[in-house]
């Protein structure tokens, strides 16, 4: 999504294998703005049913392998709580949170319910942005989208009586059929991140000053 935006997408760097980002890369925007492209995460998969022909410690492992998953699943959603509840201008607390998610991976409501919730709950605009959605055919991005309007609705609304918007993304141009289906929606992301933000939300940043110190 962020390669969509930058003027140089050769600066992110992301892994071959998993398409994450590898390091946190600043997106600039010509208003000012900067997103920062986080390094992301992956959703704990649960164990699929046991096969009749696997060996005790094949499930075994799979057992490890999940438990290893949950752990660093945990990592994540602590370090979001620690963002998303930083007041120091310094550290670059976040005004507003993007979740992408790629049309045709798997959807784990749970997981999903739990990490959106946290930035939502500390009232920061959240957005979950499906991207790719030429991936999946009409059928499966019709169940895709209800799956996120459920997730959305589990989710509920903040203090502030917001809730998560949903936004549908085509982050390069896809050759499909024997046809271009050009990129779509970033425009229109980054109008809805803008008009997310609103002057009373710096206030968050306030703190009072001490006795002992002076404005610069």
């Known amino acids: 999504l962020a390669e969509g935006i930058m003027p140089d997408p050769s600066v992110i760097l992301t892994s071959a294998t998993t398409g994450l980002t590898l390091e946190d890369t600043a997106v600039p925007l010509a208003s000012g703005i900067v997103l920062i492209d986080t390094k992301g995460f992956r959703i704990p998969m649960p164990p699929t049913a046991v096969k009749s022909r696997e060996s005790l410690l094949q499930r075994l492992a799979a057992r490890i392998l999940y438990s290893r998953e949950l752990a660093r699943w945990a990592s994540s959603v602590s370090?979001?709580?620690?963002?998303?509840?930083?007041?120091?201008?310094?550290?670059?607390?976040?005004?507003?949170?993007?979740?992408?998610?790629?049309?045709?991976?798997?959807?784990?409501?749970?997981?999903?319910?739990?990490?959106?919730?946290?930035?939502?709950?500390?009232?920061?605009?959240?957005?979950?942005?499906?991207?790719?959605?030429?991936?999946?055919?009409?059928?499966?991005?019709?169940?895709?989208?209800?799956?996120?309007?459920?997730?959305?609705?589990?989710?509920?609304?903040?203090?502030?009586?917001?809730?998560?918007?949903?936004?549908e993304v085509n982050s390069a141009d896809k050759f499909l059929k024997n046809r271009t289906i050009e990129a779509s929606g970033l425009s229109g992301m980054i109008a809805a991140l803008l008009n997310s933000l609103r002057p009373a939300d710096v206030l968050q940043f306030v703190k009072r000053r001490r006795i002992y110190e002076w404005p610069l």
């Open 79 to 167: 370090s979001l709580q620690v963002k998303v509840k930083e007041t120091d201008p310094q550290l670059r607390p976040p005004s507003a949170i993007i979740f992408v998610h790629r049309a045709g991976t798997r959807l784990v409501m749970e997981r999903m319910v739990e990490i959106l919730s946290v930035p939502l709950s500390n009232n920061i605009p959240t957005f979950l942005v499906l991207t790719d959605i030429y991936a999946v055919d009409d059928k499966d991005r019709i169940e895709i989208r209800e799956a996120l309007m459920e997730i959305v609705d589990k989710v509920g609304v903040n203090t502030r009586g917001e809730r998560i918007s949903i936004l």
